[in-house]
């Protein structure tokens, strides 16, 4: 089954603590994002990858890392947490970046930052 | 940059009848795509309907058709004959033809209830 995974669906952290989220996918898509969503605000990109080691900043990329050692996956790093970081991320895949490719995603891992 | 505005925070239909979800936006570009997703409780994003900004048909899926009007920025979501399962969040989205990264810009949303 064509899918976008993500793992953990719940994490409950502390300020400052490393926490890293893992997203996959197994439709050997190029094009890999992040998104967090907030209430009133809608989902904003944080991160993008067009493929293997190539990632860009989106909207809100602060207090973020991410990495594409594999053409599979795309990890979303918080080295540092913060309370504000508190928030429904979102991992999303699409095979290219033209219009025709529906974008993917992920169930969503709720994070509370303490 | 791009923005989207979705006014309507929470919108009610019957079961059955027929509902309008607004949605404007902002651009200075010409060739660009629209979206309307779903997100039931269940949290998962499901693409309803989408629209390319070069075609003046409007776009339709089975009980969702939109009302594309690009002159006036505009992208509404009309709902036929709601079901229950219709009930969830409704978010318009933007992406610019022009910009790297696949980026969708999000309104707001509108939560969506279904009475019986």
């Known amino acids: 089954e064509a899918q976008v995974t993500q793992n953990p669906r719940y994490l409950i952290t502390v300020t400052g603590k490393k926490l890293t989220v893992t997203c996959s996918q197994n439709?050997?898509?190029?094009?890999m994002s992040w998104y967090r969503q907030d209430p009133g605000l809608g989902l904003r990109q944080i991160y993008y990858?067009?493929?293997?080691?190539?990632?860009d900043k989106g909207d809100v990329p602060e207090g973020y890392k991410v990495s594409r050692k594999e053409k599979r996956n795309f990890p979303l790093i918080l080295e540092s947490p913060s309370p504000n970081q508190t928030s429904l991320y979102f991992c999303?895949?699409?095979?290219?970046?033209?219009?025709?490719?529906?974008?993917?995603f992920g169930p969503g891992t709720r994070l509370t930052v303490l | 940059a791009q923005t989207v505005t979705q006014s309507q925070p929470e919108m009610s239909v019957q079961e059955a009848e027929t509902v309008t979800l607004s949605c404007t936006y902002d651009?200075?570009?010409?060739?660009?795509?629209l979206f309307w997703y779903k997100q039931p409780p269940s949290r998962q994003m499901i693409l309803v309907i989408r629209?390319?900004?070069?075609?003046?048909q409007n776009a339709t899926e089975n009980r969702f058709s939109v009302n594309f009007q690009k002159a006036a920025k505009s992208f509404s979501l009309k709902i036929s004959d709601s079901q229950l399962g219709d009930a969830a969040m409704y978010f318009c989205?933007?992406?610019?033809?022009?910009?790297?990264?696949?980026?969708?810009?999000f309104g707001a949303g509108t939560i969506l209830r279904v009475k019986s």
């Open positions: 999303a895949s699409s095979l290219a970046g033209g219009w025709i490719d529906t974008q993917y």
């Open positions: 439709m050997n898509h190029e094009y």
């Open positions: 990858s067009m493929n293997v080691e190539v990632t």
């Open positions: 651009t200075s570009e010409s060739d660009y795509y």
């Open positions: 629209q390319e900004a070069y075609k003046q």
């Open positions: 989205a933007y992406r610019s033809a022009m910009e790297y990264g696949n980026k969708l810009v």
